[in-house]
DNA sequence: GAGTGGTCTAGACCACGGT
DNA sequence: CCGTGGTCTAGACCACTCC
Protein backbone atom coordinates (compact mmCIF):
# COMPACT_ATOMS: atom_id res chain seq x y z
CA UNK A 1 0.00 0.00 0.00
CA UNK A 2 1.95 2.92 -1.49
CA UNK A 3 1.45 6.30 0.45
CA UNK A 4 4.44 7.96 -1.15
CA UNK A 5 4.97 6.87 -4.79
CA UNK A 6 9.14 8.60 -4.51
CA UNK A 7 9.45 7.05 -1.34
CA UNK A 8 8.65 3.38 -3.02
CA UNK A 9 10.86 4.02 -5.97
CA UNK A 10 13.37 5.11 -3.76
CA UNK A 11 13.69 2.23 -1.95
CA UNK A 12 13.15 -0.16 -4.60
CA UNK A 13 16.02 1.45 -6.45
CA UNK A 14 18.13 1.77 -3.96
CA UNK A 15 17.99 -1.85 -3.10
CA UNK A 16 18.56 -2.79 -6.60
CA UNK A 17 21.76 -0.87 -6.44
CA UNK A 18 22.95 -2.72 -3.43
CA UNK A 19 22.32 -6.02 -4.88
CA UNK A 20 24.22 -5.16 -7.98
CA UNK A 21 21.20 -5.25 -10.06
CA UNK A 22 22.94 -1.98 -11.41
CA UNK A 23 26.69 -2.14 -10.70
CA UNK A 24 29.26 0.81 -9.67
CA UNK A 25 30.30 2.95 -12.84
CA UNK A 26 27.18 2.03 -14.96
CA UNK A 27 24.10 3.97 -15.34
CA UNK A 28 20.64 3.72 -14.34
CA UNK A 29 17.77 3.06 -16.85
CA UNK A 30 16.88 6.77 -18.22
CA UNK A 31 14.27 8.76 -16.67
CA UNK A 32 11.60 7.75 -19.25
CA UNK A 33 12.01 4.19 -18.65
CA UNK A 34 12.22 4.45 -14.95
CA UNK A 35 8.87 6.11 -15.43
CA UNK A 36 7.06 4.09 -17.59
CA UNK A 37 8.42 0.66 -15.34
CA UNK A 38 6.68 2.28 -11.95
CA UNK A 39 3.99 4.05 -13.87
CA UNK A 40 4.92 7.30 -12.76
CA UNK A 41 5.36 10.35 -13.93
CA UNK A 42 9.13 11.73 -14.97
CA UNK A 43 9.16 14.46 -12.46
CA UNK A 44 8.38 11.76 -9.48
CA UNK A 45 10.99 9.34 -10.64
CA UNK A 46 13.45 12.30 -10.81
CA UNK A 47 11.86 13.69 -7.07
CA UNK A 48 13.49 9.76 -6.35
CA UNK A 49 16.31 9.65 -7.95
CA UNK A 50 17.15 13.44 -5.68
CA UNK A 51 16.99 11.23 -2.55
CA UNK A 52 19.66 8.89 -4.20
CA UNK A 53 21.73 11.18 -4.89
CA UNK A 54 21.80 13.18 -1.71
CA UNK A 55 22.38 9.78 0.19
CA UNK A 56 25.47 9.83 -2.07
CA UNK A 57 24.84 6.61 -4.14
CA UNK A 58 24.30 8.15 -7.45
CA UNK A 59 25.57 11.26 -9.66
CA UNK A 60 23.33 12.52 -12.28
CA UNK A 61 25.43 13.84 -15.56
CA UNK A 62 23.44 15.69 -18.37
CA UNK A 63 23.82 13.75 -21.47
CA UNK A 64 25.18 10.66 -20.04
CA UNK A 65 22.34 9.38 -17.18
CA UNK A 66 22.47 8.68 -13.41
CA UNK A 67 25.86 7.30 -12.42
CA UNK A 68 25.66 4.52 -9.77
CA UNK A 69 28.70 5.31 -7.87
CA UNK A 70 31.28 2.76 -6.36
CA UNK A 71 30.74 1.69 -2.75
CA UNK A 72 33.19 2.74 0.44
CA UNK A 73 33.57 0.34 3.19
CA UNK A 74 32.07 2.02 6.51
CA UNK A 75 34.59 1.86 9.58
CA UNK A 76 31.95 2.15 12.78
CA UNK A 77 30.56 4.89 13.08
CA UNK A 78 29.27 6.52 16.39
CA UNK A 79 27.98 9.98 15.80
CA UNK A 80 26.38 11.32 12.68
CA UNK A 81 25.65 14.86 12.35
CA UNK A 82 21.47 13.34 11.89
CA UNK A 83 21.73 11.58 15.47
CA UNK A 84 22.89 14.68 17.90
CA UNK A 85 19.15 15.91 18.01
CA UNK A 86 19.09 13.87 21.17
CA UNK A 87 21.34 11.74 23.15
CA UNK A 88 18.92 9.55 22.96
CA UNK A 89 19.24 8.27 19.19
CA UNK A 90 22.50 6.87 19.74
CA UNK A 91 21.15 3.50 21.10
CA UNK A 92 19.38 3.07 18.43
CA UNK A 93 22.17 2.78 16.00
CA UNK A 94 23.10 -0.46 14.89
CA UNK A 95 26.91 0.39 14.82
CA UNK A 96 26.92 1.14 18.18
CA UNK A 97 25.47 -2.36 19.75
CA UNK A 98 29.10 -2.93 20.95
CA UNK A 99 27.86 0.17 23.66
CA UNK A 100 26.22 -1.70 26.63
CA UNK A 101 24.98 1.12 28.87
CA UNK A 102 24.44 4.93 28.23
CA UNK A 103 23.29 7.30 30.96
CA UNK A 104 23.47 10.52 31.44
CA UNK A 105 24.79 12.97 34.52
CA UNK A 106 23.56 16.18 35.36
CA UNK A 107 26.32 18.33 36.40
CA UNK A 108 24.16 21.88 36.12
CA UNK A 109 21.02 23.05 36.12
CA UNK A 110 20.69 26.56 36.80
CA UNK A 111 18.37 29.50 35.75
CA UNK A 112 20.13 32.21 33.73
CA UNK A 113 19.40 35.80 32.11
CA UNK A 114 21.56 36.05 29.03
CA UNK A 115 23.65 38.53 29.35
CA UNK A 116 26.25 39.84 26.70
CA UNK A 117 28.47 37.21 27.07
CA UNK A 118 25.74 34.56 26.42
CA UNK A 119 24.24 36.53 24.05
CA UNK A 120 27.45 36.45 21.67
CA UNK A 121 27.71 32.74 22.39
CA UNK A 122 24.22 31.41 21.96
CA UNK A 123 22.86 34.13 19.72
CA UNK A 124 19.45 34.45 22.42
CA UNK A 125 18.67 37.78 22.85
CA UNK A 126 20.23 39.98 26.25
CA UNK A 127 17.48 39.86 28.39
CA UNK A 128 15.91 36.75 27.60
CA UNK A 129 15.62 34.10 30.23
CA UNK A 130 17.49 30.86 30.05
CA UNK A 131 18.55 27.63 31.41
CA UNK A 132 21.91 26.54 31.73
CA UNK A 133 22.48 22.62 31.72
CA UNK A 134 25.75 21.21 31.72
CA UNK A 135 25.23 17.39 31.28
CA UNK A 136 27.93 13.86 31.37
CA UNK A 137 27.84 11.06 28.86
CA UNK A 138 28.65 8.02 30.02
CA UNK A 139 29.24 5.44 27.46
CA UNK A 140 29.69 2.06 29.77
CA UNK A 141 30.96 3.76 32.22
CA UNK A 142 33.35 5.90 30.89
CA UNK A 143 32.88 9.90 30.57
CA UNK A 144 33.68 10.66 27.49
CA UNK A 145 31.05 13.86 25.86
CA UNK A 146 30.41 16.62 28.24
CA UNK A 147 27.19 19.21 26.91
CA UNK A 148 27.22 22.48 27.59
CA UNK A 149 23.71 23.84 26.72
CA UNK A 150 21.17 26.58 26.50
CA UNK A 151 17.63 26.27 26.20
CA UNK A 152 15.18 29.74 26.24
CA UNK A 153 13.34 28.94 28.83
CA UNK A 154 10.03 30.73 27.89
CA UNK A 155 9.44 27.62 25.51
CA UNK A 156 10.12 24.92 27.89
CA UNK A 157 7.01 26.13 30.90
CA UNK A 158 8.24 24.37 33.90
CA UNK A 159 10.78 22.01 32.75
CA UNK A 160 12.64 20.11 36.13
CA UNK A 161 15.37 18.64 36.32
CA UNK A 162 14.02 15.16 36.46
CA UNK A 163 12.93 15.91 33.08
CA UNK A 164 16.39 17.42 31.96
CA UNK A 165 17.58 14.41 33.46
CA UNK A 166 15.75 11.57 31.26
CA UNK A 167 15.49 13.97 27.94
CA UNK A 168 14.79 17.32 27.36
CA UNK A 169 12.95 15.87 23.87
CA UNK A 170 10.97 13.41 25.29
CA UNK A 171 9.42 16.18 27.55
CA UNK A 172 8.74 18.83 24.83
CA UNK A 173 7.19 15.44 22.72
CA UNK A 174 5.13 14.72 25.22
CA UNK A 175 4.04 17.80 26.12
CA UNK A 176 3.34 19.05 22.70
CA UNK A 177 5.22 21.81 22.77
CA UNK A 178 6.41 22.51 19.24
CA UNK A 179 8.30 20.45 17.09
CA UNK A 180 12.20 21.20 15.78
CA UNK A 181 13.12 22.13 12.38
CA UNK A 182 16.25 22.35 12.00
CA UNK A 183 19.51 23.10 13.04
CA UNK A 184 23.00 24.31 12.42
CA UNK A 185 26.43 23.03 13.47
CA UNK A 186 30.15 23.86 13.55
CA UNK A 187 32.65 20.98 14.66
CA UNK A 188 36.23 22.21 15.46
CA UNK A 189 38.77 20.56 17.80
CA UNK A 190 40.07 22.87 20.82
CA UNK A 191 42.30 22.88 23.89
CA UNK A 192 40.94 20.63 26.50
CA UNK A 193 39.57 23.14 29.69
CA UNK A 194 40.18 22.70 33.35
CA UNK A 195 36.98 21.56 33.61
CA UNK A 196 37.44 19.27 30.32
CA UNK A 197 40.15 17.54 32.21
CA UNK A 198 37.61 17.05 35.56
CA UNK A 199 34.95 15.77 34.07
CA UNK A 200 35.53 13.88 31.30
CA UNK A 201 37.79 10.83 31.19
CA UNK A 202 40.61 11.93 28.86
CA UNK A 203 43.78 10.50 29.84
CA UNK A 204 46.52 12.25 28.93
CA UNK A 205 45.23 13.96 26.11
CA UNK A 206 45.06 17.69 26.12
CA UNK A 207 42.13 18.19 23.31
CA UNK A 208 38.81 18.09 22.81
CA UNK A 209 36.35 17.65 19.74
CA UNK A 210 33.96 20.14 19.87
CA UNK A 211 30.39 19.95 17.90
CA UNK A 212 28.38 23.40 18.61
CA UNK A 213 24.84 23.14 17.52
CA UNK A 214 21.98 25.83 17.48
CA UNK A 215 18.40 24.37 16.83
CA UNK A 216 15.52 25.93 15.64
CA UNK A 217 11.89 25.74 16.78
CA UNK A 218 9.00 25.14 13.85
CA UNK A 219 8.09 28.51 14.32
CA UNK A 220 11.54 29.87 13.23
CA UNK A 221 12.84 30.28 17.06
CA UNK A 222 16.43 30.05 17.71
CA UNK A 223 15.51 27.07 21.05
CA UNK A 224 18.49 25.99 21.85
CA UNK A 225 22.65 26.05 21.49
CA UNK A 226 24.55 23.46 22.79
CA UNK A 227 28.72 22.65 22.87
CA UNK A 228 28.74 18.79 22.83
CA UNK A 229 32.80 18.19 23.89
CA UNK A 230 33.99 14.92 23.36
CA UNK A 231 37.27 13.01 23.99
CA UNK A 232 39.23 11.78 20.86
CA UNK A 233 39.18 8.44 19.34
CA UNK A 234 35.62 7.69 19.97
CA UNK A 235 33.77 9.50 17.69
CA UNK A 236 33.16 10.53 14.14
CA UNK A 237 30.54 12.17 11.87
CA UNK A 238 29.72 11.75 8.52
CA UNK A 239 28.46 13.60 5.55
CA UNK A 240 28.03 13.53 2.02
CA UNK A 241 27.70 16.44 -0.87
CA UNK A 242 27.21 16.50 -5.05
CA UNK A 243 28.40 19.20 -6.82
CA UNK B 1 18.43 38.46 -18.71
CA UNK B 2 17.77 35.55 -16.28
CA UNK B 3 18.54 32.15 -17.05
CA UNK B 4 17.26 30.42 -14.49
CA UNK B 5 13.85 31.02 -12.99
CA UNK B 6 14.29 29.40 -9.49
CA UNK B 7 17.24 30.95 -9.13
CA UNK B 8 16.14 34.11 -9.51
CA UNK B 9 13.49 33.73 -7.14
CA UNK B 10 16.21 32.49 -4.80
CA UNK B 11 18.03 35.68 -4.71
CA UNK B 12 15.68 37.61 -4.86
CA UNK B 13 13.40 35.82 -1.69
CA UNK B 14 17.09 35.75 -0.07
CA UNK B 15 18.03 39.17 -0.66
CA UNK B 16 14.46 40.35 1.32
CA UNK B 17 15.13 37.79 4.50
CA UNK B 18 18.77 39.63 4.59
CA UNK B 19 16.60 42.76 4.63
CA UNK B 20 14.36 42.36 6.97
CA UNK B 21 11.28 42.57 4.59
CA UNK B 22 10.21 39.36 6.22
CA UNK B 23 11.25 39.23 9.78
CA UNK B 24 12.31 36.12 11.47
CA UNK B 25 9.65 34.19 12.95
CA UNK B 26 7.51 35.54 10.43
CA UNK B 27 6.08 33.71 7.25
CA UNK B 28 7.07 34.13 4.04
CA UNK B 29 3.60 35.07 1.47
CA UNK B 30 1.98 31.58 0.07
CA UNK B 31 3.48 29.86 -2.59
CA UNK B 32 0.44 30.80 -4.62
CA UNK B 33 1.21 34.36 -4.03
CA UNK B 34 4.50 34.18 -4.54
CA UNK B 35 4.08 32.17 -8.00
CA UNK B 36 1.79 35.05 -9.06
CA UNK B 37 4.10 38.07 -8.05
CA UNK B 38 7.23 36.12 -10.44
CA UNK B 39 4.79 35.24 -12.39
CA UNK B 40 5.94 31.45 -13.23
CA UNK B 41 3.98 28.22 -11.65
CA UNK B 42 3.74 26.95 -7.82
CA UNK B 43 6.47 24.15 -8.82
CA UNK B 44 9.25 26.48 -9.56
CA UNK B 45 8.76 28.47 -6.63
CA UNK B 46 8.63 25.70 -4.46
CA UNK B 47 12.17 25.06 -5.87
CA UNK B 48 13.57 28.19 -5.30
CA UNK B 49 12.52 27.42 -1.45
CA UNK B 50 13.61 24.28 -1.20
CA UNK B 51 17.27 25.83 -1.84
CA UNK B 52 16.51 28.55 0.86
CA UNK B 53 15.89 25.63 2.77
CA UNK B 54 18.30 23.66 2.86
CA UNK B 55 20.42 27.02 2.95
CA UNK B 56 18.82 26.84 6.85
CA UNK B 57 17.24 30.33 6.20
CA UNK B 58 13.40 29.10 6.26
CA UNK B 59 11.44 26.03 7.46
CA UNK B 60 8.30 24.97 5.81
CA UNK B 61 5.54 23.56 8.16
CA UNK B 62 2.40 22.09 6.03
CA UNK B 63 -0.40 24.20 7.05
CA UNK B 64 1.12 27.06 8.38
CA UNK B 65 3.78 28.30 6.15
CA UNK B 66 7.22 29.09 5.21
CA UNK B 67 8.65 30.70 8.42
CA UNK B 68 12.13 32.70 8.17
CA UNK B 69 14.57 31.44 11.19
CA UNK B 70 16.36 33.24 13.24
CA UNK B 71 19.76 34.49 12.21
CA UNK B 72 22.55 33.32 13.90
CA UNK B 73 25.73 35.29 14.23
CA UNK B 74 28.59 33.54 12.72
CA UNK B 75 31.74 32.93 14.03
CA UNK B 76 34.94 33.13 11.58
CA UNK B 77 35.24 30.38 9.57
CA UNK B 78 38.39 29.32 8.02
CA UNK B 79 37.31 25.00 6.84
CA UNK B 80 34.00 24.52 5.63
CA UNK B 81 33.13 20.97 3.79
CA UNK B 82 32.59 22.77 0.98
CA UNK B 83 36.13 24.09 -0.23
CA UNK B 84 37.91 20.97 0.99
CA UNK B 85 37.86 20.35 -2.84
CA UNK B 86 41.37 21.44 -3.31
CA UNK B 87 43.18 23.75 -0.86
CA UNK B 88 43.34 26.22 -3.08
CA UNK B 89 39.85 27.72 -2.36
CA UNK B 90 40.24 28.77 0.89
CA UNK B 91 42.29 31.99 -0.35
CA UNK B 92 38.87 32.92 -2.07
CA UNK B 93 36.68 32.79 1.72
CA UNK B 94 36.29 36.27 2.84
CA UNK B 95 36.64 35.46 6.33
CA UNK B 96 40.05 34.10 5.79
CA UNK B 97 41.81 37.47 4.33
CA UNK B 98 43.72 37.77 7.64
CA UNK B 99 45.59 34.78 6.24
CA UNK B 100 48.75 36.59 4.09
CA UNK B 101 50.09 33.71 2.91
CA UNK B 102 49.36 29.85 1.53
CA UNK B 103 51.43 27.42 0.39
CA UNK B 104 52.04 23.92 0.32
CA UNK B 105 54.89 21.36 0.48
CA UNK B 106 55.31 18.50 -1.09
CA UNK B 107 57.09 15.97 1.24
CA UNK B 108 55.90 12.47 -0.30
CA UNK B 109 55.64 11.67 -3.73
CA UNK B 110 55.50 8.10 -4.66
CA UNK B 111 53.77 5.43 -7.12
CA UNK B 112 52.12 2.85 -4.84
CA UNK B 113 50.66 -0.91 -5.50
CA UNK B 114 47.19 -0.98 -3.21
CA UNK B 115 47.78 -4.33 -1.11
CA UNK B 116 45.34 -5.10 1.32
CA UNK B 117 46.32 -2.56 3.71
CA UNK B 118 45.64 0.13 1.81
CA UNK B 119 42.68 -1.36 0.13
CA UNK B 120 41.34 -1.49 3.81
CA UNK B 121 42.25 2.52 4.12
CA UNK B 122 40.72 4.14 0.57
CA UNK B 123 38.40 1.46 -1.03
CA UNK B 124 40.24 0.89 -3.64
CA UNK B 125 40.68 -2.25 -4.83
CA UNK B 126 44.07 -4.26 -4.71
CA UNK B 127 46.22 -4.60 -7.09
CA UNK B 128 45.23 -0.96 -8.60
CA UNK B 129 48.25 1.54 -9.34
CA UNK B 130 48.22 4.60 -7.12
CA UNK B 131 50.16 7.85 -6.50
CA UNK B 132 50.47 7.90 -2.65
CA UNK B 133 51.12 12.40 -2.17
CA UNK B 134 51.90 13.83 1.75
CA UNK B 135 51.58 17.39 1.62
CA UNK B 136 52.08 20.25 4.11
CA UNK B 137 49.97 23.11 4.39
CA UNK B 138 51.69 26.15 5.53
CA UNK B 139 49.56 29.18 6.66
CA UNK B 140 51.42 32.35 7.03
CA UNK B 141 54.64 30.05 7.33
CA UNK B 142 53.26 27.36 10.15
CA UNK B 143 52.92 24.07 9.50
CA UNK B 144 49.21 23.43 10.43
CA UNK B 145 47.48 20.91 8.25
CA UNK B 146 49.57 17.38 6.56
CA UNK B 147 46.97 15.60 3.60
CA UNK B 148 48.08 11.72 3.25
CA UNK B 149 46.61 11.53 -0.21
CA UNK B 150 45.75 8.42 -2.64
CA UNK B 151 44.79 8.83 -6.33
CA UNK B 152 43.97 6.40 -8.63
CA UNK B 153 46.88 6.37 -10.94
CA UNK B 154 44.99 5.62 -14.34
CA UNK B 155 43.19 8.44 -14.36
CA UNK B 156 46.39 10.90 -13.95
CA UNK B 157 47.71 9.76 -17.26
CA UNK B 158 51.44 10.95 -16.29
CA UNK B 159 51.23 13.85 -13.82
CA UNK B 160 54.65 14.93 -11.99
CA UNK B 161 55.71 16.19 -8.88
CA UNK B 162 55.80 19.65 -10.18
CA UNK B 163 51.83 19.18 -11.04
CA UNK B 164 51.20 18.15 -7.26
CA UNK B 165 52.65 20.66 -5.99
CA UNK B 166 50.70 23.09 -7.34
CA UNK B 167 47.22 21.85 -7.40
CA UNK B 168 46.26 18.52 -9.00
CA UNK B 169 42.33 19.62 -9.09
CA UNK B 170 43.76 22.43 -11.75
CA UNK B 171 45.88 19.63 -13.45
CA UNK B 172 42.59 17.70 -13.88
CA UNK B 173 40.70 20.30 -15.20
CA UNK B 174 43.87 22.03 -17.93
CA UNK B 175 43.76 18.42 -19.09
CA UNK B 176 40.65 17.97 -19.54
CA UNK B 177 40.47 14.39 -17.81
CA UNK B 178 36.66 14.34 -15.47
CA UNK B 179 34.95 16.02 -13.59
CA UNK B 180 34.86 15.49 -9.66
CA UNK B 181 30.69 14.30 -9.31
CA UNK B 182 30.80 14.19 -5.09
CA UNK B 183 32.69 13.82 -1.88
CA UNK B 184 31.73 11.95 1.03
CA UNK B 185 33.96 12.73 4.18
CA UNK B 186 34.07 12.21 7.75
CA UNK B 187 35.34 14.22 10.95
CA UNK B 188 36.91 12.75 13.70
CA UNK B 189 39.53 14.04 16.76
CA UNK B 190 42.51 11.00 17.06
CA UNK B 191 45.52 11.33 18.96
CA UNK B 192 48.65 12.82 17.49
CA UNK B 193 51.44 10.31 15.90
CA UNK B 194 55.00 10.66 15.75
CA UNK B 195 54.68 11.69 12.17
CA UNK B 196 52.12 14.77 13.16
CA UNK B 197 54.21 16.08 15.78
CA UNK B 198 57.38 15.77 13.39
CA UNK B 199 55.72 17.69 10.46
CA UNK B 200 52.83 20.11 11.96
CA UNK B 201 53.40 23.34 14.32
CA UNK B 202 51.61 21.54 16.91
CA UNK B 203 53.46 22.85 20.09
CA UNK B 204 52.29 21.03 23.14
CA UNK B 205 49.21 19.51 22.17
CA UNK B 206 49.30 15.64 21.57
CA UNK B 207 45.65 15.53 19.40
CA UNK B 208 44.74 16.08 15.81
CA UNK B 209 41.78 16.87 14.15
CA UNK B 210 41.14 14.33 11.26
CA UNK B 211 38.79 14.84 8.08
CA UNK B 212 38.75 11.93 6.27
CA UNK B 213 37.62 12.20 2.42
CA UNK B 214 36.86 10.04 -0.65
CA UNK B 215 36.33 11.72 -3.84
CA UNK B 216 33.82 10.97 -7.00
CA UNK B 217 34.33 11.28 -10.80
CA UNK B 218 31.36 11.56 -12.68
CA UNK B 219 32.00 8.71 -14.09
CA UNK B 220 31.14 7.17 -10.48
CA UNK B 221 35.00 6.02 -10.19
CA UNK B 222 36.39 6.68 -6.32
CA UNK B 223 39.22 8.74 -7.64
CA UNK B 224 40.70 10.20 -3.96
CA UNK B 225 41.08 9.27 -0.64
CA UNK B 226 43.10 11.76 1.38
CA UNK B 227 43.10 12.75 5.24
CA UNK B 228 43.64 15.99 5.79
CA UNK B 229 45.46 16.14 9.78
CA UNK B 230 44.86 19.71 10.64
CA UNK B 231 45.97 21.48 13.81
CA UNK B 232 43.58 22.40 16.58
CA UNK B 233 41.90 25.83 17.77
CA UNK B 234 42.56 26.91 13.94
CA UNK B 235 39.62 25.40 12.03
CA UNK B 236 35.75 24.82 12.10
CA UNK B 237 33.55 23.21 9.73
CA UNK B 238 29.95 24.29 9.42
CA UNK B 239 26.92 22.08 8.39
CA UNK B 240 22.97 22.90 8.51
CA UNK B 241 20.31 19.89 7.99
CA UNK B 242 16.67 20.28 8.14
CA UNK B 243 13.77 17.97 9.45
C1' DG C 1 20.93 12.99 -34.66
C1' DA C 2 19.38 10.25 -30.86
C1' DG C 3 19.21 9.99 -26.09
C1' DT C 4 20.11 11.87 -21.74
C1' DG C 5 19.12 14.87 -17.69
C1' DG C 6 17.59 20.08 -16.49
C1' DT C 7 13.95 23.33 -16.39
C1' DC C 8 9.26 24.76 -16.55
C1' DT C 9 4.06 24.96 -17.21
C1' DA C 10 -0.83 24.23 -15.86
C1' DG C 11 -3.44 21.87 -13.96
C1' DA C 12 -5.23 18.29 -9.78
C1' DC C 13 -6.07 16.19 -5.18
C1' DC C 14 -4.56 15.48 -0.46
C1' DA C 15 -3.16 16.30 4.68
C1' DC C 16 -2.56 19.41 7.94
C1' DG C 17 -2.99 23.90 10.90
C1' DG C 18 -5.59 27.50 12.63
C1' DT C 19 -10.39 29.64 12.94
C1' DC D 1 -14.12 25.70 7.16
C1' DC D 2 -10.23 27.84 4.43
C1' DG D 3 -5.48 28.37 3.45
C1' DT D 4 -1.25 26.24 3.80
C1' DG D 5 2.39 23.17 2.00
C1' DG D 6 3.02 17.99 0.02
C1' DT D 7 2.42 15.02 -3.80
C1' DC D 8 1.57 13.91 -8.52
C1' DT D 9 0.24 14.11 -13.58
C1' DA D 10 1.02 15.10 -18.55
C1' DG D 11 2.70 17.45 -21.21
C1' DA D 12 6.84 20.87 -23.37
C1' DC D 13 11.42 22.75 -24.70
C1' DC D 14 16.35 23.11 -23.88
C1' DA D 15 21.50 21.77 -23.14
C1' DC D 16 24.49 18.40 -23.01
C1' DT D 17 27.01 13.81 -24.25
C1' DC D 18 27.94 10.34 -27.22
C1' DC D 19 28.12 8.09 -31.60
Given at each position: ??????????????????????????????????????????????????????????????????????????????????????????????????????????LSFEEVEVDERIEKITSFNAGDKAFYIERLRLFDGNALVVDNSYFRKSMLKDMTVEDAKSSIYQYIRDNNLFKIAAERSTTTVESATKRDMQVLDIDDMNCVGVLTKFVYTDTGSLFEHTQTRYVPNNFSMVDFKSF
Amino acid sequence: MPKKLYSDIYDTLKDEINKQVYPPRNTLPGEEDLAARFDVTRNTVRRALKELQSDGLVYAVKGRGVVVLEPIRDDKVVFTADNNIGFEGLKKFPQNKFIQELSTEVLSFEEVEVDERIEKITSFNAGDKAFYIERLRLFDGNALVVDNSYFRKSMLKDMTVEDAKSSIYQYIRDNNLFKIAAERSTTTVESATKRDMQVLDIDDMNCVGVLTKFVYTDTGSLFEHTQTRYVPNNFSMVDFKSF
